[in-house]
């Protein structure tokens, strides 16, 4: 099985920053596609940020200019630098994966890690 673990989320004021950080663990041989979607209370899951394995990104118009999304393919890891946080950004932050195992391709979910922007 594999395994997604969020960390990094809290609450942060108005203008800060924060990373969020994902490892993938299990039975994975290669992580593909890695990324961060977002659900505010009330919305759907939006995309944040998706990164490929050799580096190409994809950024939400949101995240442009202020999230940074990277990876560590070693560590089948995921992270988001977000940078000047406004209270929109407040949602539970998921990484997603679609990782290669013995077993086929499957595409993977975190819990969700909260992330609250407020003064």
């Known amino acids: 099985q594999v395994q997604l673990v969020e960390s990094g989320g809290g609450l942060v004021q108005p203008g800060g920053s924060l990373k969020l950080s994902c490892a993938a663990s299990?039975?994975?041989?290669?992580?593909?596609?890695m990324g961060w979607y977002r659900q505010a209370p009330g919305n759907q899951r939006e995309l944040v940020a998706t990164?490929?394995?050799?580096?190409?990104?994809n950024y939400a118009d949101s995240a442009k200019g202020r999230f940074t999304i990277s990876r560590d393919n070693p560590k089948n890891a995921v992270y988001l630098q977000m940078t000047s946080l406004q209270p929109e950004d407040t949602a539970t932050y998921s990484c997603?994966?679609?990782?290669?195992?013995?077993?086929?391709?499957?595409?993977?979910w975190g819990k969700g890690i909260r992330v609250t922007v407020s003064a």
């Open positions: 990164i490929a394995r050799f580096g190409d990104t």
């Open positions: 997603y994966a679609n990782v290669m195992t013995l077993r086929g391709n499957f595409e993977e």
């Open positions: 299990g039975d994975v041989i290669i992580a593909a596609t």
